[in-house]
């Protein structure tokens, strides 16, 4: 028995499925989850010894790469002047400002603890400001797990089958539309069947929570209009896109402007902090200047901001270098999973979009949610196997992105090229009928 197998045994006595956020369990390739022990640039290192280039970089924080010097050093720094005091601090408002010099719509900032409460918070500010109750999703969109929103909820819930969370009332989700992703008329047929309710329409800009689908051409520009003839807001979850598809994020990726946008992740360079921004006029309901009510004992921690500020200093210094730079290493990656499905006669396909991509092991594109549920989950399970024993850390879900980061240099990437050669050779379907 592996230490890693031999603490989780341990681990599921104490902890709910012996983790604290349930696609860490492993259950969905039905293995054991490796528990880790540090890690270091592209890599992590588990409590056995073994060391795997790591592409689940934290579920997305680590662009810049794991223990990077200036994130570690301010970090430190900040927690040796005292690791909270429930007081204002210089840095959260110097934060606030380059979040504003980034989005396009910012002109205030809330820090948050958790992309779970910056969406949950938005969702407020665009119900207060509107004085609407009613809001729309997209299925197989994830904006964490707050009640409302625990519908059709993408990655987690897709993978562990639950379609929506026991402990929900019904209550709870009545005023919680569910559009499809990349079908606009969805999202009209509900602004006709609820004139003057719905307050905003949520969305992922690229879904990465069904697997990465990209918003196809014109999706986000008619929401962008739907929303505004209909006096609704569009919110953004940047939560994943937010500085990894560049510095502006996906608002300036697909040049759209949404009403307000949340941040999470990358903002908090590895360490729990989120935001939620948007237009002046909205932010401005936001107690204690406004009437919605909303606060948090941590937010805006000094060692969580600094270790954000530190990775959105470097960020916007190398903006030139390092957006490129990613955007390269997963094309490349992109180009060798497409290299090896045709020469293997895989029935997948690939869906990329910057530093973000995933392979879905089905025969049609994947444009929306049906067509990434129809993805065979088994061979997944094969593939993800395969991938770890060549020491490639993936996240363990059909349902989840590859995000590349700078850390990813050429020798990472030819190694994992290599291997999905290799792994995905292993699961050629002529390969099985000789077995
Ligand atoms: C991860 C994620 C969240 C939730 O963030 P947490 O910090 O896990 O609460 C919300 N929205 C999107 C798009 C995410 O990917």
Not at 108 to 119: H, K
Not at 297 to 321: C, F, M, W, Y
Request: aromatic share 8%; net charge negative; hydrophobic share 40%.
């Amino acid at each position: 028995m592996t230490k890693s197998e031999h603490i989780f045994q341990e681990a599921c006595q104490v902890m709910p499925g012996g983790v604290n956020s349930p696609v860490r369990a492993y259950r969905a390739v039905g293995l054991t989850p490796r528990f880790i022990d540090h890690a270091k640039g592209a890599y992590i290192y588990d409590i056995d010894g073994n060391s795997y280039i790591d592409y689940v970089g934290s579920w997305g924080p680590m662009i810049l790469g794991h223990a990077r010097e200036e994130v570690v050093e301010a970090v430190c720094e900040a927690a040796r002047r005292g690791t909270s005091y429930g007081a204002p601090t210089c840095a959260e408002v110097e934060i606030a400002e380059m979040i504003n010099e980034a989005v396009s719509c910012s002109e205030m900032v809330r820090l948050v603890n958790s992309g779970t409460e910056a969406v949950m918070s938005a969702i407020r500010a665009a119900r207060g400001y509107t004085g609407r109750d009613y809001i729309v999703k997209f299925e197989g969109c994830y904006h964490g797990h707050s009640d409302g929103l625990l519908v059709k909820g993408g990655s987690g819930l897709l993978t562990e089958n639950v379609p929506d969370s026991a402990g929900v009332p019904a209550a709870f989700v009545e005023k919680t539309l569910v559009a499809k992703y990349n079908d606009a008329d969805s999202v009209s047929g509900l602004f006709d069947a609820y004139p003057g309710k719905i307050a905003a329409v949520i969305v992922e800009p690229v879904a990465a929570n069904m697997g990465i689908v990209p918003p196809k051409p014109g999706f986000l520009e008619a929401l962008r209009s739907l929303t505004k003839d209909h006096g609704a807001l569009l919110i953004f979850d940047e939560v994943i896109t937010g500085f990894r598809l560049g510095w502006g994020g996906a608002s300036q990726w697909f040049g759209v402007t949404p009403d307000m946008v949340t941040l999470g992740k990358i903002i908090g360079g590895g360490m729990p902090m989120a935001a939620y921004c948007g237009r002046k006029e909205i932010m401005s309901m936001v107690s204690p200047s406004g009437p919605v009510y909303q606060a948090g004992t941590l937010s805006g921690n000094p060692a969580a901001v600094a270790a954000g500020l530190a990775t959105l200093k470097i960020l916007r210094k190398h903006q030139d270098e390092i957006y490129p730079a990613v955007d390269h290493a997963a094309k490349a990656l992109e180009q060798a999973y497409t290299a090896a499905i045709e020469k293997y006669h895989i029935p997948a396909s690939v869906n990329r979009t910057g530093s973000l991509l995933s392979i879905f092991f089905t025969n049609r594109p994947v444009e929306s949610y049906d067509d990434a549920v129809s993805a065979d989950l088994n061979m997944f399970k094969r593939y993800f196997a395969g991938m770890l024993s060549q020491g490639i850390y993936l996240a363990p879900s059909q349902f989840e992105a590859v995000f590349v980061g700078y850390a990813h240099g050429p020798q990472e990437i030819e190694k994992t090229k290599a291997a999905i050669d290799t792994v995905l050779g292993s699961l050629a379907p002529d390969r099985d009928k000789e077995a």
